[in-house]
T-cell receptor, first 109, second 110 residues
Framework: AQRVTQPEKLLSVFKGAPVELKCNYSYSGSPELFWYVQYSRQRLQLLLRHISRESIKGFTADLNKGETSFHLKKPFAQEEDSAMYYCALSVGLGNQFYFGTGTSLTVIP | NAGVTQTPKFRILKIGQSMTLQCTQDMNHNYMYWYRQDPGMGLKLIYYSVGAGITDKGEVPNGYNVSRSTTEDFPLRLELAAPSQTSVYFC?????????FGQGTRLTVV
């Protein structure tokens, strides 16, 4: 069965420090993985997807099939990065999205 | 482009009452979804649709029904509200594997 695990519910880092939000997945097929972000009082929105291998707002995420991981990283956290982050896996004909439980990131000034 | 619009934003229901959460999108997306978000539980897929006239169950469909008569609309129906259905509900549509979310409906069943 498909599953997305985000082991940290809460994560606090100081401004300027590196940040890593962990995500592990289980899926027998070829995964499509995403990070979604929800800023305070805003809608959930796409941050980045593994297939595009891009850096958005300084964040990157590399798909590691051997470790079945898709950790989100940023070398220098900013206060505006404080938000709820969800890792998601897309599978099947209906493009069903399976979400992790989310990690609430707080960047301390 | 309004994107995905959900109504209402908030609702309090009594046990046993019924209601419909409305969702409409103006992006002509074929894929649409309903999720519920419970504290510490992430988003759970309730139902999804790959196009008008086609719907299928997700992870947690019990107690809910959906219909998809048009590409734009994907209403979620609660027939007999129960306290376990207290949650925040999100509707979404997707295109090329990017999901677009509504602002959510906070439902409380008392």
């Amino acid at each position: 069965a498909q599953r997305v695990t985000q082991p940290e519910k809460l994560l606090s880092v100081f401004k300027g420090a590196p940040v890593e939000l962990k995500c592990n997945y289980s899926y027998s097929g070829s995964p499509e993985l995403f990070w979604y972000v929800q800023y305070s009082r805003q809608r959930l929105q796409l941050l980045l997807r593994h297939i595009s291998r891009e850096s958005i707002k300084g964040f990157t995420a590399d798909l590691n099939k051997g470790e079945t991981s898709f950790h989100l990283k940023k070398p220098f956290a900013q206060e505006e990065d404080s938000a709820m982050y969800y890792c998601a896996l897309s599978v099947g004909l209906g493009n069903q999205f399976y979400f992790g439980t989310g990690t609430s990131l707080t960047v301390i000034p | 482009n309004a994107g995905v619009t959900q109504t209402p934003k908030f609702r309090i229901l009594k046990i046993g009452q019924s209601m419909t959460l409305q969702c409409t999108q103006d992006m002509n997306h074929n894929y649409m979804y309903w999720y519920r978000q419970d504290p510490g539980m992430g988003l759970k897929l309730i139902y999804y649709s790959v196009g008008a006239g086609i719907t299928d169950k997700g992870e947690v469909p019990n107690g809910y029904n959906v219909s998809r008569s048009t590409t734009e609309d994907f209403p979620l129906r609660l027939e007999l509200a129960a306290p376990s259905q207290t949650s925040v509900y999100f509707c979404a549509s997707s295109y090329l594997n990017e999901a677009f979310f509504g602002q959510g409906t906070r439902l409380t069943v008392v």
